[in-house]
């Protein structure tokens, strides 16, 4: 089990869960705003994206292939940027692996206890000025096959 700092404890925020509602559809969300195809890499950053939380996230322009990511801790996203400066992710269930969804997804919870920077041309892409994914405890939902995660960015 990883050990968190005592000061990384302090700093951490913990977000409720924002359903989606049957007057907020996945396809209603996608339509009315600016969605972008990305790839998410899960763990944490300073543990070469080993552990839990979410370690980098690129454009699917900007990919590049690496040797030590295995293809079970990253998959695809699209993202939307959300209100009061958070980002939306949303993914495919049919694109997780069994073993990326036993260890973030199966809870219901995300848990991030490290920032995660927001690359620059995701930022432009997605016109927001935010540029790190704060750490915390970030509620998971699901419907119809799609899960959302919202996360705080400052």
């Known amino acids: ?21 049957p007057q907020k559809q996945t396809k209603e969300i996608f339509s009315k705003s600016k969605a972008i195809h990305s790839e998410v890499v899960f763990g944490s950053p300073t543990m070469n994206c080993n552990g839990t939380g979410i370690c980098r996230i ?11 990511i295995s293809s079970c801790q990253k998959t695809v996203a699209q993202i939307v940027p959300g209100d009061y400066g958070n980002i939306t992710l949303f993914f495919h269930r049919s694109m997780l692996c069994i073993n990326l969804f036993r260890k973030h ?16 041309d995701l930022l ?24 959302r995660l919202v996360l705080d960015c400052q």
């Open 1 to 21: 089990m990883t050990s968190v700092p005592k000061a990384a404890v302090q700093d951490t925020y913990v977000f409720a869960a924002q359903p989606i509602t």
């Open 58 to 68: 690129s454009s699917l322009h900007s990919v590049r292939p690496e040797a030590n």
């Open 105 to 120: 997804f199966y809870k219901g919870m995300l848990e991030m206890h490290e920032p995660c920077v927001i690359p620059a």
């Open 124 to 147: 432009e892409r997605l016109n927001i000025q935010t540029r790190v994914i704060l750490p915390g405890k970030y509620a998971i939902t699901e419907h119809d096959g799609m899960f």
